[in-house]
């Protein structure tokens, strides 16, 4: 019963604040609504018994309104629960038009979002995978930047249509289940599909999830998306949503088609790493710091996609880690890009400098947060990318020669940006620059908390989700020696 309480915290809580016109009021109900939701999830982690719902939905086409988890997505949830409270607090003590409807928004997203992870049947999880886009299309209408008609505009564009090749997928998967026909994810799992089926439906699937990641050569929606949204709506997509993309393929591909994962298992590997030294590339040559950071975080959510499918032991322990480890710092990154914007009024890198002068406890900050992405030992980064690295390695050393890649790159274009903006003289249109306040210090300490005890003390996170890695594992284990047999 847990699990239904923890998806309508914040829906109801979202309705609520759309009675209530106090913007002070408004921000404080939905920051509590998220630490409620924070901490009940949390309650998960310590239950002895699995929690679990289920009532019948719709009764002739046998589909339930069903709620559980396991360790995959109990991680997915503390992701989604111990980020919101930060977004909710980046627009804390900062002027924001019609606040009722952004955090009603907001909350709404989150609730769409824990429902995609709780969900135990694939109709319902594509009832909540959609409704994930309604509150977050207009966030970025409403409140976006220059150009956000037409950038949200291809954001939906794009999303719709990978919303409809997992339409289709489930609708197959739906007509193929013996008997009585059935959405449930178990009975997805049990069909027994022909190898020539499975190498096409793979795509029809993978496709979906690849552009929510996104995936190269899927990912043209992201860098304008992410330099156009506002702070809270970048730090959901890149928070939160990539990782929906990558739980979705874990939820449908490994267990349904597992011949057509291991087709094209090295496919999808090498277009990952293309990936990975795409965005890095591209990222070191930006004048702009937001969009340097969106693909910086593509590289290193291609680097995750890549570890998905060695489906070796190292690379699905580093894969589930890094998901939670990318997520904290990447809102730590877009929280300081927008500290910077609102200091300096530009995020144009020949127009920054010298910031340390006058703030140099938000130059210590950034400091440590960059440290995290580029993956510094003792850092949460490290520990994920270091296991993912491994993995590859395991399966083959280019792959993990081309993934390392991404740590050196990272460090060079991360630290480049960091220079630019922070050390040398200071610029003539610096002079108003003051340091961190009170909310940022709230918002930035935490975060940079997470980075570093995950990094000294990551087995908790291991503990949570090790039966699901041994899972993952075995469900891949018994078709090996049926891939000689598959076309080429």
């Known amino acids: 019963m847990i699990v239904l309480v923890i998806l309508l915290i914040p829906f109801i809580a979202g309705l609520l604040l759309l009675l209530n016109r106090n913007a002070a009021a408004v921000k404080l109900v939905a920051l509590a609504s998220a630490i409620v939701s924070l901490v009940a999830t949390l309650s998960l982690v310590f239950t002895a018994q699995l929690s679990s719902y289920s009532v019948i939905w719709i009764n002739f086409l046998e589909i339930k309104f069903a709620l559980g988890y396991d360790g995959t997505s109990l991680i997915m949830l503390i992701l989604t629960s111990l980020l919101f409270p930060f977004i909710i607090m980046a627009g804390m003590k900062r002027e924001q038009q019609n606040v009722s409807l952004l955090y009603a928004l907001i909350l709404f997203t989150q609730s769409a979002l824990t429902g995609v992870f709780l969900a135990q049947n694939a109709f319902l999880f594509y009832i909540f995978w959609e409704l994930t886009l309604i509150p977050l299309y207009f966030i970025l209408l409403l409140w976006g930047g220059e150009g956000r008609r037409n950038v949200t505009f291809k954001f939906f564009i794009y999303t719709l249509t990978g919303s409809l090749f997992l339409l289709f997928g489930i609708i197959y998967l739906y007509s193929l289940t013996p008997g009585v026909h059935t959405t449930d994810f178990s009975a997805f799992s049990n069909l027994n599909i022909p190898a020539n089926t499975q190498i096409w439906l793979f795509w029809v699937l993978f496709i979906a999830f690849a552009i929510k990641m996104p995936v190269f050569p899927?990912?043209?929606?992201?860098?304008?998306?992410?330099?156009?949204?506002?702070?809270?709506?970048?730090?959901?997509?890149?928070?939160?949503?990539?990782?929906?993309?990558?739980?979705?393929?874990?939820?449908?591909?490994?267990?349904?088609?597992?011949?057509?994962?291991?087709?094209?298992?090295?496919?999808?590997?090498?277009?990952?790493?293309?990936?990975?030294?795409?965005?890095?590339?591209?990222?070191?040559?930006?004048?702009?710091?937001?969009?340097?950071?969106?693909?910086s975080s593509m590289a290193h959510v291609s680097l995750m996609v890549a570890a998905m499918f060695v489906l070796n032991y190292y690379a699905v322990q580093g894969l589930l880690f890094q998901v939670l480890s990318h997520g904290v710092t990447i809102v730590a990154l877009f929280y300081i890009v927008m500290l910077i914007e609102e200091k300096a009024g530009t995020l144009e890198l020949p127009k920054l400098g010298g910031i340390k002068l006058l703030a140099p406890n938000m130059a210590i900050l950034f400091l440590l947060v960059v440290l995290g992405s580029i993956a510094l030992p003792l850092t949460a980064g490290f520990v994920g990318e270091f296991l993912i690295i491994t993995g590859l390695f395991q399966q083959s050393i280019w792959f993990a020669v081309f993934g390392g890649i991404t740590m050196v790159l990272g460090a060079i274009y991360m630290l480049y940006a960091y220079q630019r903006v922070m050390l040398g003289e200071k610029r003539p249109g610096s002079g108003n620059i003051t340091d961190l306040k009170r909310i940022d210090y709230i918002v930035l300490i935490p975060l940079i908390t997470i980075i570093l005890v995950l990094g000294i003390y990551p087995q908790p996170v291991f503990n949570l989700v090790e039966a699901s890695v041994t899972t993952m594992q075995n469900l891949l284990v018994p078709v090996a020696e049926v891939i000689p047999a598959l076309p080429l």
Not at 254 to 276: A, C, D, E, M
């Open 218 to 295: 899927f990912h043209t929606w992201q860098p304008s998306t992410y330099t156009m949204a506002p702070t809270q709506g970048v730090m959901i997509l890149a928070g939160v949503m990539t990782k929906m993309g990558i739980y979705g393929a874990l939820r449908f591909l490994f267990p349904v088609i597992p011949l057509g994962v291991h087709y094209w298992q090295n496919t999808i590997i090498i277009l990952s790493l293309i990936g990975v030294i795409y965005a890095s590339v591209i990222a070191f040559r930006q004048t702009n710091l937001k969009t340097l950071i969106a693909f």
